[in-house]
């Protein structure tokens, strides 16, 4: 059976319509027009049939027809039937104006070249709609009219489901939730980097990237991992993608978009081409089918390809009817490698097994469909886990870190959306000041999920860096009740102590990881020293750690030693903020190894600082630990722990000034009496002075400068000359 054609015409064009006829009746298809309309059938209803089977129109553009207004109506008729259906205009004269109405800009010139105009009309259809309906029995053979309307709902629940940025599990205030977010006016381009896989052992590959990704103020391990690149050309040029990433990183964004991008292009939509990015995908017609790997159950984990697609199908909302139409559909597109298939969170297979033999069923899918593009995403972890790798030329790639230029863009594009217009500048000028003021908070804002959190959470905070601390919480937060629908949030409770206890553990040792045997011993021993809180006793260590690691990222694998032979885990937190962050909460919260109840917070904080370096605070970890747990203490310990610090190190108490704690008026006056009396002091003491005028207590330093000066006595001034 033929491809039903329609060509649409005025009454008195039916020569020309003859003319476009015969070229595509050649080539195959059934072409309807006035003129073939037999005698006794009315042309309406011929019309009527070709459109509800989806048959593309080829209007016959003549000065008559656009006058009439029957063109018109026929291809209104058509796109009310089916939006997707394609009108290839034939500009037959001079001077018709056919663009409005192809909507795709698919117009020839017939009256300049007639052949070219027809050859070009003929390559269109042959590459949008195969000539023959008659691949055989079964649903293939379901009239295509159903299976375009079946496409089309999917087509349209899938991108009313991917356009939209998921503010869920974070810290989004009322007016945001009920805001709908699209991911078009938001999304971020990300770049990845392709991962070499040197030598057969997925773990030690796996290693190496975990190592280059915890950058904890170290240097990188050399570099086994490519320059960024768009995701789009690592597509067009491998096909297929695992693409790994941390919590939070944007892998499930990253899919979104790729389904948005093909979707909004399917249906010939403007916006397609404002979509951050897309420019780098394939330049090719796919049709996106997103499987959320947290959906599948083990019938389809361990099922066949076509029981993932059904249940894709299923969880979309299509009736029974429309399922069928559309395997249909979707077994044609398989074979053309016409659709963009995107597997989104491996990990979310709970069981290990489980996710390795669906790595095989991904690894057959490529086998039997060579044609199709693939793209897989998982976290690190879940990856690694599996002892596995995929295989048959998938090309590994790890998303990189957001830079400097593209945060600045996000928080633009933030603004924009999410502030009144009076706002919107001075709203994103000041988030774009504040997240690159400070090493500490632009290392965390590198991931997507994270800088996100700062911009919902920067309205409550108020200035940054000085109220880093509020930040930090709200990360440490989102972190542990992450993707509450896949895993069960960890109590914080429960979390937040251990965690705490590891912190304080690692600054006190001086060190950034811990060998894991050396944490579960940290956390055996909390559990003797801290009995009555019974909240950390809900898993054993070791469960709690590979909790922590698979849900929330905060503490992670980075490699091993070799102890006796055997090889030990090395763990620590994925960045140096959140340690810092953790063993200031130690400090306040009291948790922490070898606890002497009976000292004082502010005794503790001076015999710290006795240890910390006379240097900068940006290499020291106490430093920030010491001013971190300035601002977070009870408002009745301030003064008297920063009188500790200034004993020991007048310089760190006068750095914990710049945070604006709540300190009363005495501290203040000694800390910048001893600043004043250092003058005119080293570099890091002129820079605390310069910070210090920016603060509230600018008028205090000068009147302490001043006081400085004219008590060193006239000879140590000049005399000013008026
Ligand atoms: N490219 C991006 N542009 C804008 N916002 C983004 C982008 N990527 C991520 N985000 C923000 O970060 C949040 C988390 O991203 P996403 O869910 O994609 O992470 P993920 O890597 O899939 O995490 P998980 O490992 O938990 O599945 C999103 O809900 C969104 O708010
Ligand atoms: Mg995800």
């Known amino acids: 059976m033929s491809r039903p054609v329609l060509i649409a015409h005025a009454t008195g064009d039916e020569e020309f319509a003859q003319l476009l006829a015969a070229p595509i009746a050649a080539a195959g298809y059934d072409v309807v027009h006035g003129g073939t309309v037999l005698v006794g059938e009315s042309v309406v209803e011929v019309v009527s049939h070709a459109l509800a089977a989806g048959a593309p129109v080829v209007l016959c553009g003549t000065i008559r027809a656009m006058g009439t207004g029957w063109a018109w109506r026929t291809v209104m ?93 974070l810290p989004a205030d009322r007016r945001l939730v009920t805001q709908e977010l699209t991911l078009r006016s938001l999304f971020l381009p990300l770049n990845v980097r392709v991962e070499s896989e040197a030598g057969p052992d997925p773990e030690r590959f796996l290693e190496a990237i975990e190592q280059r990704r915890v950058t904890g103020g170290r240097a990188l391990p050399a570099g086994e991992s490519g320059d960024p690149e768009p995701p789009g050309a ?74 993932v697609l059904r249940h894709v199908l299923r969880r979309a909302e299509l009736t029974a009817d429309e399922i069928e139409a559309m395997r249909a559909g979707l077994a044609e597109r398989l074979e053309a490698g016409t659709v963009l298939l995107l597997i989104d969170g491996l990990d979310e297979i709970g069981d290990p097994g489980a996710r390795a033999r669906f790595c095989q069923l991904l690894e057959r899918i490529h086998l039997t469909r060579p044609l199709v593009p693939i793209v897989v995403t998982s976290r690190i972890v879940g990856y690694r886990e599996m002892g596995r790798r995929i295989g048959r030329g998938f090309e590994h790639l790890t998303i990189a870190e957001l830079d400097g230029p593209a945060k600045d863009d996000f928080l633009r594009r933030w603004c924009a959306v999410t502030e009144p217009p009076d706002r919107r500048q001075g709203a994103a000028d000041e988030l774009i000041t504040d997240i690159h003021r400070t090493d500490r908070i632009e290392r965390l804002t590198g991931n997507p999920m994270l800088l996100t959190t700062l911009a919902l959470v920067k309205r409550s905070i108020g200035r940054l860096p000085d109220h880093r601390a509020d930040l930090y919480a709200a990360a440490v937060k989102v972190l542990l009740s992450w993707r509450a629908e896949v895993d069960a949030p960890i109590s914080p409770r429960e979390a937040e102590p251990q965690l705490q206890y590891l912190a304080y553990a690692m600054s006190d040792g001086g060190v950034q990881q811990l060998t894991e045997d050396e944490v579960l011993d940290l956390l055996e021993r909390m559990r003797i020293e801290y009995r009555q809180l019974r909240a950390i006793g809900q898993h054993d260590p070791a469960d709690f750690v590979r909790l922590l690691e698979q849900r929330t990222g905060i503490l992670v694998e980075t490699g091993h030693v070799r102890r006796a032979g055997d090889l030990i885990p090395l763990i620590e937190f994925r960045h140096l903020t959140f340690q810092e962050y953790l063993t200031a909460q130690a400090l306040v919260q009291g948790y922490f190894p070898g606890r002497d109840q009976a000292e004082d917070l502010a005794v503790h904080i001076g015999r710290l600082t006795a240890r910390v370096d006379a240097g900068t605070d940006a290499a020291d970890t106490w430093q920030e630990a010491i001013r971190l747990c300035v601002t977070l203490c009870h408002s009745d310990d301030v003064d008297r722990v920063l009188r500790a610090v200034l004993g020991a190190h007048p310089l760190l108490a006068a750095r914990c000034l710049l945070d604006e704690p709540d300190a009363g008026p005495d501290v203040v006056a000694a800390i910048l009496g001893a600043l004043a009396a250092a003058l005119p002091g080293d570099d890091a003491t002129v820079a605390v002075m310069f910070a210090l005028a920016r603060t509230a207590w600018a008028a205090d330093l000068v009147e302490h400068m001043v006081g400085e000066l004219r008590s060193r006595g006239p000879g140590r001034c000049r005399r000013w000359a008026p």
């Not at 249906?267 to 081409?273: H, V």
């Open 77 to 169: 008729a058509a796109r009310g039937l089916h939006p997707q259906v394609r009108i290839y205009g034939v500009a037959v004269e001079q001077d018709v104006y056919l663009s409005p109405l192809t909507l795709d800009g698919e117009v020839t010139e017939y009256w300049r070249d007639p052949a070219g105009a027809l050859g070009a009309v003929v390559a269109a259809l042959l590459r949008h709609y195969p000539p023959s309906l008659e691949p055989g029995p079964g649903p293939a053979a379901l009239p295509a009219g159903r299976r375009e309307a079946a496409e089309q709902r999917f087509r349209d629940l899938l991108l009313r489901s991917c356009d939209i940025i998921d503010l869920a599990n």
């Open 234 to 307: 690592r597509l067009r040029e491998s096909r297929r993608l695992v693409v790994l990433g941390d919590p939070g990183s944007g892998k499930t964004t990253l899919l979104r978009w790729m389904a948005t991008a093909y979707l909004l292009r399917l249906r010939r939509d403007p916006s397609w081409g404002l979509l951050p990015g897309v420019a780098t995908l394939p330049d090719e017609d796919l049709l996106p089918v997103l499987v959320r790997c947290r959906d599948l159950g083990a019938a389809q984990v361990d099922g066949a390809f076509d029981d």
